[in-house]
């Protein structure tokens, strides 16, 4: 098999290695696409709060098809189409996951697809819905909305009824946001971000969904109306904002943060859950994932830089 390794903090190397096996309750995936995330950057540039012992294979997303099963596996079974999470171990040919990880990959997603939808958009549902008690009818305001996650906001929050502003710093990001279904747009480099969305939405809106921080994170604090909610998802900018909590006593805001990332692991039945009900939004119509770039595992290296520096448009995949 072969596998994109990080013998040393900031950088990635492809390699060549002995296939996987299947353990008791494992399956092995032979991998067709790999999603990449900006945790897999943090995670190479060893700046993530984890830090696994060197040498290690970045990528915690995958799509492919089933090769092998452990011993006493019965579903899946060799041959079935699934995605997973594996944490680490993803930018490989092969890779080894729980059985009880895979999900059957609807028709209506490719394996690139499907490789770059589970973080993206298990994320923006929790997030809206579960932290952000969003309603129909509501104004968003998502940040940093031309990457994987902002995208995905986007879609999510159109899927669930609301009116979607869209910020982004680049004018093909902002053509991203609107054929992801955005309602409007804001060039978040040059316009002023809270009169602008206050215009917008009449007022105020009533969500911001922010996985940017920095120096957005004030104004957008500002642009909320009465009641509004301001969702804290990262910081993708470098930077943590530090916000005037005089601006969220106004208004009788709410600062609200989401880790989907360790509920999904602590709490895995509600997970599996609620990726299921986003894959029937994608087999009933209501959801259309923004097909990934694509690129293949020697690429990696670049791709992780680009994605670290907010160069990327959507999301990457790479093929193996």
């Known amino acids: ?35 990449v995330n900006y945790v897999d950057g943090l995670f190479v540039q060893g700046r993530y709060q984890i830090k696994p012992p060197l040498p290690f294979v970045p990528g915690s997303e995958v799509a492919g098809t089933v090769m ?22 993803g930018f490989a040919s092969q890779v080894v996951v729980p059985a009880a990880a895979t999900v059957p990959i609807p028709d209506e997603l490719d394996a690139a697809q ?20 969003l309603k129909a009818g509501e104004n968003v305001l998502v940040l940093g909305a ?5 995208l995905a906001a986007v879609q999510v929050a159109k899927a669930l009824g609301s009116r979607v502003l869209a910020g982004a710093s680049t004018e093909g990001k902002r053509d991203a946001a609107l054929a ?15 009169s602008t969305a206050r215009a917008w939405s009449e007022g105020g809106v009533d969500l911001v969904y922010d ?13 909320l109306r009465e009641n509004g909610r301001y969702l804290v998802i990262g910081f993708a900018s470098g930077t943590i904002p530090s916000l005037p909590l005089n601006q969220v ?14 509920w999904s ?10 990726l299921e009900e986003l894959l029937g939004y994608v087999r009933n119509g209501r959801l259309d994932p923004v097909p990934p770039r694509t690129e293949p595992l020697e690429a990696a290296g670049k791709v992780l830089d680009d994605i670290l520096s907010r160069r990327v448009v959507g999301k990457v995949a790479l093929l193996p």
């Open 1 to 35: 098999m072969r596998a994109v390794v990080c013998e040393e903090l900031g950088s990635v190397v492809v390699s060549e290695t002995k296939a996987l096996e299947a353990g008791p309750g494992q399956v092995v995936i032979a991998v067709e696409a790999a999603g």
């Open 68 to 89: 092998a099963v452990g011993p006493d596996v019965t579903e899946p079974a060799i041959g079935t189409r699934v995605l997973a999470g594996c944490g680490l171990g």
């Open 114 to 133: 499907a490789a770059t939808f589970t973080q993206s958009h298990c994320t923006a549902l929790f997030a809206l819905r579960e932290r952000g008690e």
């Open 146 to 150: 031309g990457g994987g996650v902002g």
């Open 180 to 194: 992801a279904g955005a309602d409007a747009v804001i060039d978040t480099s040059t316009e002023d971000l809270k």
């Open 211 to 223: 996985p940017v921080g920095g120096a957005l994170a004030d104004p957008a604090l500002r642009a």
């Open 249 to 262: 006593l106004l208004r009788n805001r709410t600062v609200v943060g989401v880790d989907w990332g360790s």
């Open 265 to 274: 692991t602590t709490k895995p039945l509600e997970q599996r859950a609620l």
